[in-house]
Structures are given as structure tokens and as C-alpha cells.
């Protein structure tokens, strides 16, 4: 059996803090790994990075189910199939033949008290460490040992940093966990000021891809920041306009340049259609969030989940914006184009 410890900490829950490569986490082919669940968000753009960076062979994989997560305190939370047929997708622990993710952390600390979430990275050999900023140092923890057509790929590239640092925030705050606010929000009045800056910073991010052109957020690099935002994009309409009441607008219909660019993306750009998986997306927060949807009543649509028909002529779209007054209001606060 394999031993070892994730690379965490196991007496919090509050994110990662070892890097690879170092003298304790040396980047070694088939040493790490990656537990994840193709619905999450946050382990979404790890495995984008995985498949980007050509790392499946570096760095095998094990998938939770999408549901059931468990009581209102999470309990016993998020289960391996019993067989990889169970459910499409997801896969029995591959290390450990575990039944539960928990399990996995107790196998770490038996008296771990944090959330029992993925990502989850795991050094088969020794150590453990951790880092809320894995995507920022998984993209370049392997380019010792990859080709240099892959190696050379930066999404924290010099000349775009200081944009990259300036909108992540706003776009973390308002966008990424925006979302996730407004769905969980305790109180209609809540509610109404929660929704607010999510379309206020789509408003904004309109208007960023379409000054600088596509194909990415910053024109022709792509960035951890398209990574980021696509990760909660792809979910949008099929899922937060409805689930999460985030119906003031959608990509689709009210922002062009955000859906060729989301289109792009998808069609264009291998990772993020081979780390996507649209089944599990929707069936995890339809049917695991029984205060939101208690009847666990999955929605058909919208169909299809991502369009095609992608404009390589940006000069052909027009900027969109939903101009609910309120949004219009918060976008203006939102620092300038850059």
C-alpha cells in the first residue's frame, strides 16, 4: 500500500503551503497524487493545469462523485464509487481504495478537524505541505521535465503581472466566490446586495476582453487569470442563473465578448474541454445543496451546455452589459481598464 502524506497540512483547513519543486517536494514523475471533483470549481483549475501542462502522466488522479456531500455539517461528505462504472466520470481511490475522502485525511491525522475538500495533493513517498497558491506554482513545478514546446507555457508571464495582480482580486471577490455569496445568501435583503457586484464586474471584464481583442482575457496569451474566470464561467448559465439566482443576466444572451471568449476557450483550447464535464457540474449542486433544491430536481437545460460557433473576428461583436442601475452604479467603483 502507498504511503505517505498530502501536501497539507493536516491540522488546518486554511490551504496549501509547500511548493514543488523544492528540496522537500522535488518534481519526480509519478510521485504526487491528485484528488479532485470535476464539479469544484477550485479543483477545476488544477486539473486545467494538469491537462495544459501535460502532466497526466506525471500526476495520476482519483475523482469523487458529485453527490451526495453529505449532512448539514458536510458528514461523511464526499464518496468514491464503489467500481469505476458506477457513476460516469468519477473513480474508485486509486491510492488508498478508500470509501470516503475523510478517510484520506485521517490517513494523515486520525484527529484532523478541517473541511475534507479537493483539491487534495498527496506525496506518496514523505513530508507534508500546502498552498492556496497551487495554481500559481503547479504551472511551471515540472518544466525540468517536459518538453520545451511545453515548458515554455507561463501563465504568470513578466509583462502581464501587474495586470493579472490588479483585476485577480476584484475578479475573486466579485466573480469566483460572488457566485457562491449570492446562492448562499441568508436574506432577501442579502440577497439584493450580494448580486449586485457579480454583474457589476462582468459589466467590467465585457469590456476588458473586448479592448484588448481576444482570444484571452489579455489578448493573445492566456493567463491563470483566464483560467480562473473560466472555471466559473463554464458553470454560469448552466447552473448559477438558475441554482444560485444569479438570473440578472447570462453569458450567452447579455455579454458577447465574455461568451465568444468562454466559446473559445472551451472549442479552442484542449485543457479546458478535457478537464470539463458538464454531468457532473450539474448534478453536484443541483442534487447536494438540499436547502437551495431539496427535491434534488436536476434542470434540463440550458442546451447546449457551452455554444459553438466561435467568432474569430472579434471586430464583429458588439460590447454588452446588463444596465440594471444598481449594476451600473457598482461597475463605475471598479478600477479602470488597464
Given amino acids: 500500500m502507498t504511503t505517505g502524506s498530502p501536501i497539507h497540512s493536516p491540522a488546518t483547513a486554511d490551504g496549501w503551503h509547500g511548493v514543488i519543486p523544492s528540496d522537500k517536494f522535488p518534481a519526480e514523475k509519478g510521485r504526487y497524487h491528485l484528488y479532485i471533483g470535476l464539479f469544484c470549481p477550485f479543483a477545476h483549475r488544477v486539473n486545467f493545469v494538469r491537462h495544459l501542462k501535460g502532466l497526466t502522466d506525471f500526476i495520476d488522479i482519483s475523482i469523487v462523485k458529485p453527490y451526495p456531500k453529505g449532512d448539514e455539517k458536510g458528514w461523511p461528505g464526499w464518496r468514491f464509487p464503489a467500481s469505476n462504472e458506477e457513476y460516469p466520470g468519477a473513480t474508485v481511490d486509486h491510492l488508498f481504495g478508500e470509501e470516503y475522502m475523510h478517510n484520506v485525511y485521517f490517513r494523515a491525522d486520525p484527529e484532523y478537524k478541517g473541511r475534507y475538500s479537493v483539491p487534495l495533493l498527496w506525496d506518496k513517498k514523505t513530508g507534508t505541505a500546502e498552498s492556496a497558491e ?177 467568432e474569430e473576428d472579434w471586430s464583429k461583436l458588439t460590447v454588452g452589459e446588463v444596465k440594471q442601475p444598481d449594476v451600473l452604479k457598482y461597475e463605475a467603483t471598479i478600477p479602470g481598464l488597464i
Wanted: proline share 7%; hydrophobic share 40%; charged share 20%.
Fill in 134 to 310: 497551487i495554481l500559481r506554482w503547479l504551472p511551471l513545478a515540472f518544466n525540468e521535465l517536459l518538453p520545451p514546446s511545453i515548458a515554455q507555457i507561463d501563465l504568470y508571464p513578466t509583462h502581464l503581472r501587474e495586470k493579472i495582480d490588479a483585476i485577480t482580486p476584484w475578479v475573486q471577490s466579485d466573480v469566483n466566490a460572488g457566485v457562491y455569496k449570492t446562492g448562499f445568501a441568508s436574506s432577501q435583503e442579502n440577497y439584493d446586495k450580494i448580486i449586485i457586484p457579480v454583474f457589476g464586474a462582468l459589466n467590467k471584464l465585457e469590456k476588458i476582453v473586448a479592448r484588448h481583442g481576444g482570444p484571452f482575457v489579455f489578448g493573445r496569451d492566456l493567463t491563470e487569470l483566464d483560467i480562473r474566470l473560466y472555471a466559473t464561467l463554464i458553470r454560469f448559465d448552466t447552473v448559477y442563473v438558475q441554482h444560485f439566482k444569479c438570473n440578472l443576466g447570462t453569458i450567452r444572451h447579455d455579454y458577447p465578448f465574455l461568451n465568444n471568449w468562454l466559446k473559445g476557450m472551451y472549442w479552442n483550447v484542449a485543457a479546458a474541454r478535457e478537464s470539463t464535464n458538464f454531468l457532473h457540474i450539474k448534478e453536484n449542486y443541483t442534487k447536494s445543496h438540499t436547502d437551495i433544491n431539496p427535491k434534488a430536481i436536476t434542470p434540463m437545460g440550458p442546451f447546449p451546455d457551452i455554444e459553438e460557433a466561435f
